[in-house]
């Protein structure tokens, strides 16, 4: 996996609620059997018309905003089917975080397992965050995940919470799969232990 | 002891390690596995040259792009992105020797009707699958919730998951329901009150009168719609219903094993004087039979309520209700009941189940639906399908003028060729109403097996109580 110590790049607003993963990734584009590609089509109905042009005001459509690597969105980002096509597309878009004031669960999950970076924050944070997303190429804020701060273009700083395995995790680009191998010991007795009391599962 | 909800035992009876922060290694009973979140997992394995930790609790079935019209085990009759879907799938169950039910086989059908169908869904297990409606196993008392693709790669290794403990969330639904109304108006009910994101962060238990009265069907649909209100999970303590239920299924214990089994359920409960981090009770006389008006599951209102207007709402939900307003086709104070539709979708694990069947066939019994309307029944399984026809219920559908599919996802998601057409307004049973969902532009309104039937006699949302 990716690494992901800090990052300064342009942000792009999208106030919108309850950003869904069908959003994000629409299902015609969960019939690939690979993970790359899908930036092409990241939030493709808001984006593309049927004909696949531009839609002038989608907000990465704009030239301040087309290279942007942080997205900053309204509460409960990520809802909805468990596609872990919707960070893939995020990723593979050049977006590398994500700034709301909530997010789905298990999108949230995703996000670490891919490099990404999903950071909450309170509503008056992301207000101000949003403002500053909004100046776009003009622009760019930093994130430290080390610090654990959000540095708005103006220098104002937020400090945001991050469980403290997932940033390990984060900030040496760690495998899972690698890290659970290596307590394969204690997988191996709690096996034992359950076929003995519970010999039905 | 100090005492414990059923997400604490269940939990605390899975915990294969725990790191000094709580970073617990979850082991995982069974594993669900369909074709569309998982190519990428099996790959991942191959690459690593790692086989399946545990392919016994391991059982694969395609479901959620596969066509619901004959002829579809012939790959040429399935579009080419999806026959390579079903293929890695049949592939990789093989190659990987876990439990397969293949297209062609009558026990195929959507992954959360098929486990509990074939008794793989008991009791205290924990249950996962690449797809967040697996809170629908939470009815027997299992542990249950979505994960991505990469976490399939991880339980597949490992049979294990990355977890940390979530909070504790009751939701009581006390005494009876009014006629007319399902479980389907109770978990659209309850997230309309929570909202989309009121149950994050929680595993959310289901209780009081009016769930221990619904049948194991009805309460696979309120956990199923769990994960429509943010919660990680959705729990029903197991009883005599979910015994019964489960009892001489296919995969489940028998005899003594069966005993010994029910010995360790029936402690599956909450403790009386058990902490919880958050509670909502509902009074069951209170739901109505509900409709959703917009394009999030919490857009919930009763089938006698108007359209709303944006300014109805607060802070970031104005500018989103304005815009579900527009990409529905609505207009503030319209009586909901005069809202003309297209199109009735059946279906889905959500409500396509064998009672779910027969409370619209109820409703349709000798009766035609409205000149001009497309309508489909796409049964869950293969096995509610067909005894549906034992029952005589797909005459009703087909006599009515439903089609009667074969089983999948279908239209819940879209996947395959059943789709919306742009602007096309669907009544359907299943579980989302984002935009696009059920096809680009299309327009989804939520509803019971009841409602969708009564919808498809008059071709507007219809209130099933007028037609009982």
């Not at chain 2, 919306?420 to 680009?440: H, I, M, P």
């Amino acid at each position: 996996m990716d690494k992901f110590e800090t990052l300064t790049g342009i942000a792009a607003p999208m106030p919108l609620v309850n950003i869904d993963t069908d959003m994000i990734i629409p299902k015609q584009f969960l019939k690939t059997i690979k993970r790359s590609g899908l930036g092409a089509n990241l939030f493709d109905e808001m984006r593309f018309d049927r004909q696949g042009n531009e839609i002038a005001d989608f907000v990465l459509n704009q030239d301040a905003h087309r290279e942007a690597e942080i997205l900053v969105a309204g509460d409960n980002f990520g809802c909805g089917s468990s596609r872990e096509h919707a960070p893939w597309a995020i990723k593979d878009f050049g977006i590398r975080c994500v700034i709301s004031t909530s997010f789905a669960d298990i999108f949230h999950n995703n996000c670490f397992k891919n490099g990404i970076l999903p950071i909450a924050l309170p509503q008056e944070a992301v207000d101000v965050l949003m403002k500053d997303a909004e100046k776009g190429a003009n622009a760019r804020m930093t994130v430290d995940l080390e610090n654990q701060t959000v540095i708005t273009s103006d220098g104002e700083n937020f400090s945001f919470e991050v469980d403290a395995f997932k940033k390990h995790c984060l900030l040496e680009g760690l495998d899972d799969i690698g890290l659970t191998m290596e307590k394969a010991s204690s997988i191996d007795s709690f096996e034992a232990q359950a076929a003995q009391a519970r010999p039905w599962v | 002891m100090s005492p414990k909800t059923l997400y604490d035992k269940i939990w605390d009876a899975h915990v294969a390690h725990e790191a000094e922060d709580g970073t617990c290694l979850l082991y995982i009973d069974r594993h669900l596995v369909h074709e569309v979140t998982s190519p990428q997992a099996f790959e991942g394995l191959r690459m690593a040259n790692r086989p399946v930790r545990a392919p016994d609790k391991t059982i694969a079935v395609p479901d959620h792009n596969v066509p619901t019209t004959p002829g579809r085990e012939d790959p040429k009759n399935m579009t080419e992105d999806s026959a390579i879907q079903v293929a890695a799938l049949d592939k990789n169950a093989k190659d990987f020797g876990i439990h397969y039910y293949p297209v062609s086989d009558v026990r195929q059908g959507i992954v959360h009707i098929v486990g509990p169908e074939q008794g793989w869904t008991l009791p205290g297990m924990t249950v996962v699958c690449g797809d967040s409606h697996t809170a629908t196993h939470g009815a027997f008392g299992a542990l249950a919730h979505g994960i991505g693709t990469s976490e399939v790669e991880h339980v597949l290794a490992t049979q294990t998951l990355i977890q940390k403990k979530s909070k504790n969330m009751k939701v009581e639904i006390t005494g009876k329901l009014r006629p007319g109304v399902t479980a389907k108006d109770i978990t659209l009910s309850v997230i309309g009150e929570t909202g989309t994101a009121g149950g994050t962060g929680y595993v959310i238990e289901y209780c009081g009168e009016a769930i221990r009265d619904l049948s194991m069907e009805g309460r696979m649909t309120v956990c199923n719609m769990a994960i429509e209100g943010g919660a990680h999970a959705g729990l029903i303590a197991p009883d005599e219903k979910t015994f019964e239920y489960v009892k001489g299924r296919p995969h489940a214990p028998k005899g003594a094993q069966f005993e010994a089994a029910m010995e360790w359920w029936k402690t599956l409960y909450s403790d009386d004087d058990a902490q919880w981090d958050k509670v909502i009770t509902i009074k069951g006389e209170d739901i109505a039979p509900v409709v959703t008006w917009g394009t999030s599951p919490e857009d919930v209102l009763p089938i006698t309520a108007n359209v709303p207007s944006a300014d109805d709402f607060e802070g970031g939900k104005v500018g989103a209700a304005q815009r579900s307003l527009d990409y529905m086709g609505l207009t503030p104070g319209t009586p909901l009941s005069d809202i003309e539709i297209d199109t009735v979708f059946i279906g889905s694990c959500t409500n396509g189940r064998i009672e779910d069947l027969r409370a619209a066939a109820e409703i349709l019994k000798g009766k035609k639906i409205k000149d001009g309307l497309r309508a489909m029944v796409v049964p869950g399984s293969g096995l509610v399908r067909l005894q549906a026809e034992e029952e005589g219920l797909a005459d009703i559908f087909k006599e009515a003028g439903f089609e009667w599919r074969l089983a999948g996802c279908s239209m819940c998601l879209a996947m395959n060729p059943d789709q919306l057409a742009e602007g096309e307004r669907c009544v359907s049973t299943s579980n989302r109403n984002f935009e696009g969902r059920q096809g680009y532009k299309g327009r989804t309104h939520l509803v019971s097996p009841g409602m969708a039937a009564a919808a498809a006699l008059t071709g507007k949302l219809t209130d099933v109580r007028e037609m009982m």
